[in-house]
């Protein structure tokens, strides 16, 4: 398709129709054009992507997940599934792992991990990769939905195993308990305490003193997320600790002059007031 015209064109068509080269109607019409383009061209980008074809992943050099063994099922292998495969690793359990991201098994291979394709999102996908003969399958994908989706499937068709899920944030997490997993953690949450925590030792508080705080935050979180768990995600705000002070009230003042009736009417009635103290 043709190029969008622009603001531009405006000005061009103006100028020229005022020192008659085109007529009224010439710039009407061409000034329309350029709008129906402007409008157009965004909605032609949004079309052609949609009509032409994805794209497909090449498999070359990757193997599919099918008929895996592990003791542990680690589902996702980004940033978080490469740090959470460490201990379990490191004491010798046997860990299958499957991603649906080519280019990232292929980067894992490496550095040493084998890392089979799969979509856990995909029933048939989790059955391949022994979803149901693992002690443990480790939810550690970046997308909520996609976690809460795993985390559902697997509840439903292997209620025996014990499912630990990474969550992307609080609502997600409320979501994952909902859909029955043993333990989930929110991606951010243990950083942000150590990091908050290492703040406050660079600014010279005692190390004790900021492991009760910190026990202090954990326990508000976690009352809060019980309370969101029971009446929503909005419920909770007073565990929260802001940095807004509680408002005071201003003290009433003595008037600085009488005030006095806008009628007749109240003007009788005031007298009453006065008559009754």
């Not at 084998?114 to 856990?120: A, E, I, L, N």
Request: aromatic share 6%.
């Amino acid at each position: 398709f043709m190029a969008q015209g622009g603001e531009f064109a405006f000005v061009l068509y103006s100028s020229a129709a005022a020192v008659g080269i085109i007529d009224g109607r010439a710039n009407a019409t061409l000034t329309a054009i350029v709008i129906i383009s402007m409008v157009l061209t965004p909605l032609a980008i949004l079309a052609l992507r949609y009509l032409t074809p994805r794209d497909e992943q090449s498999l070359d050099g990757v193997d599919i997940a099918d008929g895996l063994t592990g003791s542990v099922l680690i589902i996702g292998f980004g940033r978080f599934g490469q740090i959470a495969s460490q201990p379990l690793l490191l004491r010798g359990l046997d860990v299958s792992i499957i991603d649906n991201e080519v280019e990232m098994i292929q980067a894992a291979a490496n550095f040493g991990f084998k890392v089979y394709y799969g979509d856990g999102t995909r029933l048939d996908i989790l059955h391949a990769a022994g979803a149901g003969r693992a002690r443990a399958v480790l939810i550690c994908v970046d997308k909520p939905d996609a976690a809460v989706r795993i985390a559902q499937l697997i509840k439903a068709e292997f209620p025996l195993v014990t499912i630990l899920a990474r969550a992307f944030d609080r609502g997600t997490a409320l979501q994952l308990i909902r859909a029955g997993v043993d333990y989930q953690l929110r991606e951010t949450f243990e950083s942000a305490l150590v990091f908050g925590g290492s703040a406050l030792e660079a600014l010279g508080v005692d190390p004790e003193e900021v492991a009760e705080v910190i026990e202090d935050v954990r326990r508000r979180d976690t009352a809060r997320f019980e309370t969101q768990l029971a009446e929503g995600i909005r419920a909770g705000q007073r565990f929260l600790k802001g940095n807004i002070g509680t408002p005071i009230p201003t003290p009433l003042t003595q008037p600085r002059r009488a005030g006095r009736a806008l009628n007749q009417e109240t003007a009788v009635v005031l007298n009453k007031a006065e008559t009754n103290n």
